[in-house]
Structures are given as structure tokens and as C-alpha cells.
């Protein structure tokens, strides 16, 4: 059963214009959130976390939003580039074991 | 060098065949997972370590073996490989209670079972 998910395997954005990435999480207890980029080829890499005591963190272009209310993140990429375009996971952590659930990905393709 | 490296890369191997995937640490993180990544199922745990000789299942350990005699080496093995097992097989390793910044992922190993 997935606790994490991502409901849209991929997104198109014009070069300059916001991303924006969606993912829903089930298990209350989750109280860390990731998101990795992974280009082809290549291993996941960290981006941007958040932790459930906030609702809000930023990192230069990225913008981590959480509603825990709605068990619902979402990741904002303002502006978007063309080196954007990668797969995103997010991921979420109960602090058990240091284990994460990952959801499925959304390959994200910004246009020049 | 300094990180998480997986070998090998590329493995091709037959139907029944055991196949051993690498991976070895620099950092003297505790905690080491592996990973497939699959069309549709995003990132999905195999096996996981929290200490040399400490290793746990994860969400889709059939078919697998992990051992972890040394911190650095998190060794998966696949016992008889079948075709359902090719995938892209991702390493990482993380600290304890380094939540913050999650795992970090090795370049993975792409298996093809024939």
C-alpha cells in the first residue's frame, strides 16, 4: 500500500515559468519530508526538506510547502529552467529507523 | 574517493543465476538501504542495515540477501535471479537521526535478467 504518493508522472512548464509538484502522503506519523532530483543515469540527490514543524521552507528557486491537515506537499520551482528537468521523488520519514517511503516520481521537462 | 559507490554498473545475467550488487561507503554511515526503482513504483526497499550485523527487511525483500559483516559494505545479493528482478538497484546511506538531508544515493546498477 502506498503511503506516498505522486499523482502525476510527469509535468511541462515553459523555461521562466513556476513548477509546481504535488505529493500526498497517508501516514500521520510522518514527520519528515524530502524531495531528490534525479536526472538519467544518475542517483537520487537531496533538494530541499522540511519537517512537520513548519510549513514553509525555501531554498533559493525551491519552495517546499506542507498542509499536514491535508497530508499534502508540494514543491514550487520559480522560475523554472531547462536544467530543471529531472524525475522528483518526494519522500517521508516517521523517525523509525531512519526509514523514508518514496513516492513514484514526476518526470518534470521545462521548455526553452 | 569520498561517497557511495556501487559496482557494477551494468549486469547482465541469466535467468536462475546468483548475482552480487555492491556497494561500499566512505563516510562510516550506520544506516545503508538498497533500493529498485521501477516504471510506475517510484523507489521501493529492499533491505536495510542500521549497524554491521543489523539488517531488516523492507517493502520488497523476496528473492534477496543482504549481509553486512563490515560498516562500509552493504553487499545484495539475488539468490537465483529472476526476470521480474531487472530493475535499476540504488545503494544509500544516511546517519542516524539525519533526517534533515535524508539518504545519500549512489549512481545505481542497472541489472538485466535474461
Known amino acids: 500500500d502506498q503511503q506516498v504518493k505522486q499523482n502525476s508522472p510527469s509535468l511541462s512548464v515553459q523555461e521562466g515559468r513556476i513548477s509546481i509538484l504535488n505529493c500526498d502522503y497517508t501516514?500521520?506519523?510522518?514527520?519528515?519530508f524530502l524531495w531528490y532530483k534525479k536526472y538519467p543515469a544518475e542517483g537520487p540527490t537531496f533538494l530541499i526538506s522540511i519537517s512537520s514543524i513548519k510549513d514553509k521552507n525555501e531554498d533559493g528557486r525551491f519552495t517546499v510547502f506542507l498542509n499536514k491537515s491535508a497530508k499534502h506537499l508540494s514543491l514550487h520551482i520559480v522560475p523554472s529552467q531547462p536544467g530543471d528537468s529531472a524525475v522528483y521523488f518526494c519522500?517521508?520519514?516517521?523517525?523509525?529507523?531512519?526509514?523514508?517511503?518514496f513516492g513514484t516520481g514526476t518526470s518534470l521537462t521545462v521548455i526553452p | 574517493d569520498a561517497g557511495i559507490t556501487q559496482s557494477p554498473r551494468y549486469k547482465i545475467t541469466e535467468t536462475g543465476r546468483q548475482v552480487t550488487l555492491m556497494c561500499h561507503q566512505t563516510?562510516?554511515?550506520?544506516?545503508m538501504f538498497w533500493y529498485r526503482q521501477d516504471l510506475g513504483h517510484g523507489l521501493r526497499l529492499i533491505y536495510y542495515s542500521a549497524a554491521a550485523d543489523i539488517t531488516d527487511k523492507g517493502e520488497v525483500p523476496d528473492g534477496y540477501v543482504v549481509s553486512r559483516s563490515k560498516t562500509e559494505n552493504f553487499p545484495l545479493t539475488l539468490e537465483s535471479a529472476t526476470r521480474s528482478q531487472t530493475s535499476v538497484y540504488f545503494c544509500?546511506?544516511?546517519?542516524?537521526?539525519?533526517?534533515?538531508?535524508?539518504?545519500?544515493f549512489g549512481s545505481g546498477t542497472r541489472l538485466t535478467v535474461v
Open positions: 544509500a546511506s544516511s546517519a542516524p537521526g539525519d533526517l534533515a538531508y535524508g539518504y545519500t
Open positions: 501516514n500521520s506519523m510522518f514527520d519528515y
Open positions: 519522500a517521508a520519514s516517521a523517525d523509525t529507523g531512519n526509514q523514508f517511503y
Open positions: 563516510w562510516s554511515h550506520s544506516y
